[in-house]
């Protein structure tokens, strides 16, 4: 069973940045996309970035677009979302999930999730 773990949330003040990490047991990169979603208080869960098992990279929020960037390490046990030039709608509890092969920006859409990392961009 796969098992994602998130970590590298917290607060940071506008124009900052981060490196969100999802650690992945279970499974293999070869055969699953990993997604990073968010959800900020108030709304809707909303999906951020993903990265297929054949490595496209898809970014899904216009405002996050040269902001947000999604990698993986090549033992693919671990998957990275940079967040730089933070704002304060960037607040959020982010969260990685997956999927098999194929990207998705519909949550419904994923497997396996983490428990989330807080990001808060406030000054």
């Known amino acids: 069973q796969a098992r994602l773990m998130e970590s590298g949330g917290g607060l940071v003040q506008p124009g900052g940045s981060l490196n969100l990490s999802c650690a992945l047991s279970?499974?293999?990169?070869?055969?699953?996309?990993i997604g990073w979603f968010r959800q900020a208080p108030g709304k809707e869960r909303e999906a951020v970035s993903c990265?297929?098992?054949?490595?496209?990279?898809?970014n899904y929020v216009e405002s996050a677009k040269g902001r947000f960037t999604i990698s993986r390490n090549m033992a693919k046990t671990t998957v990275w979302l940079q967040v730089q030039n933070l704002k304060p709608g960037d607040t959020a509890d982010y969260y990685c999930?997956?999927?098999?092969?194929?990207?998705?920006?519909?949550?419904?859409?994923?497997?396996?999730w983490g428990q989330g990392t807080q990001v808060t961009v406030a000054s």
């Open positions: 999930a997956t999927r098999r092969l194929l990207c998705s920006e519909y949550d419904y859409e994923y497997d396996y």
């Open positions: 279970g499974i293999t990169l070869n055969y699953w996309a």
């Open positions: 990265i297929s098992s054949s490595d496209e990279r898809l």
